[in-house]
């Protein structure tokens, strides 16, 4: 197993998400505590010691079962992990009554990792408002021990990441971010990395694979990379690339199978980073998926003088992208949630005033309609 040096920790670079653990009879919410205990012991005989949980996973079920399945193991042999829920703003006051039933479900008395989590545009002003307590109480517990480290997850863009990070960032330990090959253009994930190393933040990476997305490429894009290093598989190249980030701490994955927990193990017993030349391949087939789902936006703001609605129409644009690559998904939702109705883009009247000063020559108002269907 390949380990990172975290502070006074050496933490696995790989490291098992109770989010997707195996279930029973496809309910989420009834976890297969027998599968689960089988892939816990081979991470842990393998030398996984990063176990990463939260409130809401498995229908709140997670948290007591990982801890459970963790219970046979001496404390000190894993670093546990789990997360504030702030996605619900009604658990914005009840943080002290929630963390302590976190304690009890997981069966701990300290936390080694404990993340604000899943920092979005929904949220970010809920985090920041200091009525609630809930940095003053989390940084409390720290002071306490009840916290070894304290960080936080973003599903948020670069500008919400950048406000929480203005408020909190010389006490945030480590920032959680999703990151791939997909993403780190198209949720400019590069530009994340950057803005957390400015705060010495080191990154923790989620949905390597993008939700199982990249585990199986078209046909064309695998042999393309089988040909520059054919003994790597598939998946291998996304946690290859993630390897080539010297940034990268902690990368988390939800197996939900052995033989994802086998392979993946089995990919992290050596540390092979890309070189420049499989970088670039893996890089421009990223790029050719995105062109085959996305309008071309770069962001230029041309259109923006000219909106009569006065839409942020390459945000929108954004946000399509990103419900279109997704087939739809929490990150659009969320961020649609963020906006006012008046600027949502069924708001979009059609004019093209937009279209005509646009470089890529998008049609916008076709777009933001297709969008706004697509929203009923």
């Not at 070189?275 to 062109?291: H, S």
Request: charged share 25%; with cysteine; hydrophobic share 35%.
């Amino acid at each position: 197993m390949v380990y990172n040096s975290f502070q006074e920790l050496k933490l696995s670079a790989l490291g098992l998400g109770a989010m997707r653990l195996p279930v029973m009879e496809g309910d989420d919410s009834r976890i297969d505590e027998a599968e689960s205990q089988r892939l816990v012991d081979y991470a842990m005989e393998q030398g996984i010691n990063f176990y990463d949980t939260a409130w809401g996973y498995h229908g709140g079920n997670s948290e007591t079962v990982l801890g459970k399945l963790l219970s046979k193991y001496p404390r000190e042999s894993y670093c546990l992990a789990t997360k504030f829920p702030g996605y619900d703003p009604e658990n914005f006051t009840k943080v002290e009554e929630i963390f302590e039933e976190q304690l009890k479900k997981c069966g701990v008395e300290y936390f080694d990792f404990y993340f604000f989590h899943n920092v979005t545009e929904k949220n970010i002003d809920n985090y920041l408002n200091k009525a609630y307590g809930v940095f003053a109480f989390l940084k409390k517990q720290k002071e306490l021990g009840r916290i070894k480290h304290l960080g936080f997850s973003a599903h948020g863009g670069l500008k919400t990441m950048r406000r929480f990070l203005a408020a909190y960032g010389p006490h945030m330990e480590f920032g959680m971010i999703q990151l791939n090959y997909l993403d780190y253009t198209f949720q400019q994930a590069r530009e994340k990395i950057a803005l957390l190393s400015e705060y010495d933040v080191p990154v923790w990476v989620m949905e390597p694979l993008r939700g199982g997305k990249l585990a199986a490429l078209p046909q064309e894009y695998a042999q393309r990379l089988r040909a520059i290093r054919p003994e790597e598989t598939i998946p291998g190249w996304a946690f290859r690339f993630l390897q080539s980030l010297p940034e990268v701490t902690v990368t988390l994955s939800g197996m939900s199978n052995f033989q994802q927990l086998r392979d993946n193990i089995r990919t992290y017993e050596t540390h092979a980073p890309l070189n420049r030349e499989e970088m670039d391949a893996i890089l421009g087939v990223a790029d050719e998926m995105l062109k085959q789902k996305t309008v071309p936006c770069t962001g230029c703001k041309y259109c923006l003088n000219y909106c009569e609605q006065e839409l942020d129409i390459p945000g929108l644009l954004g946000i399509y992208n990103e419900h279109s690559v997704t087939g739809g998904g929490f990150l659009a939702e969320s961020a649609l949630a963020a906006l006012p109705e008046e600027k949502r883009p069924q708001a979009c009247i059609g004019c093209k005033k937009c279209e005509e000063v646009c470089p890529q020559e998008i049609k916008i108002s076709e777009t933001l309609a297709d969008f706004a269907e697509k929203l009923k």
